[in-house]
T-cell receptor, first 113, second 111 residues
Framework: AQSVTQPDIHITVSEGASLELRCNYS??????LFWYVQSPGQGLQLLLKYFSGDTLVQGIKGFEAEFKRSQSSFNLRKPSVHWSDAAEYFCAVGTSNDYKLSFGAGTTVTVRA | DGGITQSPKYLFRKEGQNVTLSCEQN?????MYWYRQDPGQGLRLIYY???????QKGDIAEGYSVSREKKESFPLTVTSAQKNPTAFYLC??????????FGEGSWLTVV
């Protein structure tokens, strides 16, 4: 079965600074990888996804992520954060065999002025 | 507008009661899901359904039940057997395998 680890529970970053959120997955074959963002009390919004092809994936809101098979990682980055990026971020992994996703525990991002 | 609608947004349950959370989608998605979210634990899969009249248990199905009589509807019942039901519940659906879209969630509190 697949699993996801997000090592950082909470990250604080200054507005305008860069952001990187870590995600490591465990799965024997090529996974489908996702990053979602959640504002307090809301549902999850898809930021970006990786199925195959170019390992650097561009998403919405200026986010990008890079799939590194050798490191089993799919880290999320943003060059310059805005106060509106304060939220909880979830990495998820799926497979080609079924429609289920496994989620990491999430990373809460706080943006300070 | 197209989307996934969950209702109610807030629900209170007394001890021993069953309650049902509604999830409706008009996206023509085949698969639908219920996840439970607790602080610090991410999302855990309760049940999922890939086609009408069929559903599968997820990782934490005990104390929950579902039905899938229509493609657009996937209600979740939290039964009295669920000992710790206070949580945020998220419904989701998908059409093109593995991009799952979420509703806005429902808060359930035991009083």
């Amino acid at each position: 079965a697949q699993s996801v680890t997000q090592p950082d529970i909470h990250i604080t970053v200054s507005e305008g600074a860069s952001l990187e959120l870590r995600c490591n997955y465990s799965y024997g074959a090529t996974p489908y990888l996702f990053w979602y963002v959640q504002s307090p009390g809301q549902g999850l919004q898809l930021l970006l996804k990786y199925f195959s092809g170019d390992t650097l994936v561009q998403g919405i809101k200026g986010f990008e992520a890079e799939f590194k098979r050798s490191q089993s990682s799919f880290n999320l980055r943003k060059p310059s954060v805005h106060w509106s990026d304060a939220a909880e971020y979830f990495c998820a992994v799926g497979t080609s065999n079924d429609y289920k996703l496994s989620f990491g525990a999430g990373t809460t991002v706080t943006v300070r002025a | 507008d197209g989307g996934i609608t969950q209702s109610p947004k807030y629900l209170f349950r007394k001890e021993g009661q069953n309650v049902t959370l509604s999830c409706e989608q008009n996206l023509n998605h085949d698969a639908m899901y219920w996840y439970r979210q607790d602080p610090g634990q991410g999302l855990r899969l309760i049940y999922y359904s890939q086609i009408v009249n069929d559903f599968q248990k997820g990782d934490i199905a005990e104390g929950y039940s579902v039905s899938r009589e229509k493609k657009e509807s996937f209600p979740l019942t939290v039964t009295s057997a669920q000992k710790n039901p206070t949580a945020f519940y998220l419904c989701a659906s998908t059409y093109t395998g593995n991009t799952i879209y979420f509703g806005e969630g429902s808060w359930l509190t035991v009083v």
